[in-house]
């Protein structure tokens, strides 16, 4: 007899977005030898275990010249620490250089990653059981996995035109629309980006509405080759309206595992949103981990807080596999069999086939043709089948690239047989 | 005009738990030259900056010897890692060391601190509005505080002898007890432990009631002087009735914010509980900083995986501390005029006096005094005045520790005074 059944306990734990995160994440440990177009982690390619501690020296140094004596330092580094974090003045020096973007260091709460970021924004929007969150659809499966943490409904919108009348009908039917969460800039899943005229549209349409955004902005140091950035909706807000989720797993290091928000808001207490996020942090991780910090504050220092710049060679791999990808598959699949998305920056590549992609078939990829991707299907909150698969751009180049397409376009060629030959066969 | 109502966020950032919290941070920041009684941190006594690179150069030496090639090893340590964490090998050799505890490595999941570790288990726990936590009362305001978070209510169990009645009144009012929060090793804040006979009546009440205990154990590996270590509840747990909660911030380093959980209770899915942990751990922090499990992972392989080894001369410092403010209130107190608790170990002592204790005599004692601890009201759950503070013998050593208790008892002198003209007064 189990000591739990898992019927007795929190309703996400059977709820598709935390079984698909496991799902994804089990597949690519059951299957090693695939080549993995499936996570979207940054490459490996500069990684230097050197860095750490040169990091952690560059950072000492820098509470060192604040005037920070040597006990002060250690203990900036090695103790508990603030709540919103310490290097939230240097994470606002950043976000100035790299994005143009102002923001008080007190708006800023640093995270335990970006994920955490999310939980606290969204612990904190959810009073009651009228609330809801509005995601932009397909959308990343950590913001379907932690509004279900909080017992947060998630509405999706599928279109951006759809927004005004997906918020009429949430409110119709009594429903409060606490914020509509969208990643401007080469998005995970769908690789798109929003154009300049829509990010204005969409800033002028959240305060028609008295909408909160929720902006995530993971790839947005990536551009491929020869495209211009754009400003952020946040650098764009003039009124307060957007709660910036940001990361360093892809432009400092995933290992650090440190995010932030920044959440300028006023509450009507006097403080500041980040004071009230900042509480909830402290229920759920206390702090981050300082040692982590330092290591991202290091980082910041190196490049002089351009992270733009300190990404130029990565830039240029994800842009050169975007390339490869795109051409590969525009030579294999020439007379309109499958479509695909051509982003203009960031990790991912979406394309469409005339056949259902679901885990039974990743699993068949894995087993058969040793390559690993993602079902679009995982992106969606709906069990409704979908036609599409997710590639990542990031974490597989060069030759082992090559193979992986190969891999994949014997398996989509083969499918492509099968779903004719059932066509046929009714 | 405030962009946010407070009223219109979720419920626990009124919570007294949270604002407690934020209220004893904030305290300190407003006052840095008041000497602290009130944190409950390590001693920084041995922080060693160069421990870190030292300590990941260990986990990294260790991943070689266990076949990992270098690009292998640097992945472990700088990409996204494992859901439940990299170092749960180390950690089992760890329990199997310092508390001849046996536990299956896939039962651990690695957190961002102990907190997260408390936040994922109440959240997997707590399936709806009739479950509830009980905890023994006064209790650490983390539990409290991640209940909150989750919407998980909390009753008080005064006394241990009081759980069977609290079980029996819960479930008459149509209320699912979860498990019972316990800390059986100098708790924080009373600073008692249990004797190896409760422990044992609390295990088999356990089965009895079919209830899960909750064991936190941050302090266990800091006996005072001559006192042996009992085995903790889930050394003795032979039915898995027991979820363990672990710490490295006070016997490894607060900095790196590392903790853990032993879930080995199996769930009718057919896994462990563990995993279903860990779904909730990847949509709230993804994973744990594998730089910061390597900092402690290096830890454990620097002292052979004893850390009752490791923190002998800080377990020697708070036996002295301990000492000290015994034979002080002792000597300064002879007549009975307050009464304290005289733990056997871990880092607190509570003062119990004859006027209430509340943030007014905090503030008053920080600004007037320069003396900062913890009023024990914020340890309960409720409005109730409580007479009673609570001191910790960690952070502050030596001459130090000597002004901080003369400027404490000039406080409670000058209070007693006052509080018995007030008594003449009437």
């Not at 994800?318 to 990790?347: M, R």
């Not at 089948?385 to 397409?405: D, F, K, Y």
Request: charged share 20%; aromatic share 6%.
């Amino acid at each position: 007899m189990a000591d739990l059944e898992l019927s007795s306990l929190h309703a996400s734990l059977t709820d598709r977005a935390l079984n698909s995160m496991n799902f994804l994440n089990e597949i690519s440990h059951h299957y090693p030898d695939a080549i993995s177009l499936a996570a979207g982690r940054p490459t490996e390619e500069f990684f230097d275990l050197d860095d750490i501690p040169r990091y952690l020296e560059l950072f000492a140094e820098h509470l060192r010249t604040k005037g920070l004596d040597e006990a002060a330092v250690r203990r900036t580094i090695l103790q508990y620490g603030r709540t919103k974090g310490v290097i939230h003045e240097l994470i606002a020096r950043n976000l100035a250089v790299d994005e143009d973007l102002y923001v008080d260091p007190e708006a800023i709460v640093v995270t335990a990653g970006c994920q955490e970021a999310m939980l606290l924004t969204l612990r904190a929007l959810r009073a009651d059981a009228a609330d809801v969150l509005l995601a932009i659809s397909p959308a990343y499966v950590g913001i379907t996995g932690a509004a279900r943490i909080v017992d947060l409904p998630v509405l999706p919108v599928p279109d951006l035109d759809d927004l005004p009348a997906v918020i009429k009908r949430a409110r119709a039917d009594g429903l409060r629309p606490r914020g509509f969460y969208v990643m401007p800039d080469f998005a995970n899943p769908s690789g798109l980006s929003m154009d300049l005229p829509t990010r204005r549209r969409l800033l002028e349409l959240a305060t028609a509405e008295e909408l909160l955004l929720l902006e995530d902005n993971p790839y947005g140091l990536f551009p491929a080759a020869g495209i211009d950035r754009l400003p952020t909706l946040k650098a764009l807000d003039t009124e307060r309206r957007v709660i910036y989720l940001g990361s360093f797993a892809k432009t400092g290091l995933p290992g650090a595992r440190v995010g932030f928000v920044v959440a300028d808001q006023t509450v009507n207490t006097g403080g500041l949103f980040a004071d009230e996020l900042s509480k909830l942090k402290s229920m759920v991780t206390v702090n981050t981990s300082p040692i982590a910090q330092a290591v991202i504050g290091g980082k910041l220092l190196d490049c002089d807080f351009s992270l733009a710049a300190a990404n130029q060679r990565e830039r240029a791999i994800y842009a050169t596999n975007l390339a490869i990808v795109s051409n590969h598959l525009a030579a294999h699949f020439p007379n309109g069999e499958l479509t695909w998305t051509i982003p203009s920056g960031g990790f991912f590549v979406v394309i469409t086939v005339p056949f259902v992609v679901d885990d039974e078939l990743l699993t068949k990829s894995a087993q058969e043709y040793g390559v690993l991707w993602t079902p679009m299907a995982h992106f969606y909150d709906t069990d409704a089948p979908v036609n599409a698969l997710r590639i990542s751009c990031s974490g597989t180049t060069g030759a082992q690239l090559q193979v992986a397409l190969n891999r994949l376009t014997a398996l989509i060629t083969d499918q492509l047989v099968l779903s004719t030959r059932s066509e046929l066969d009714l």
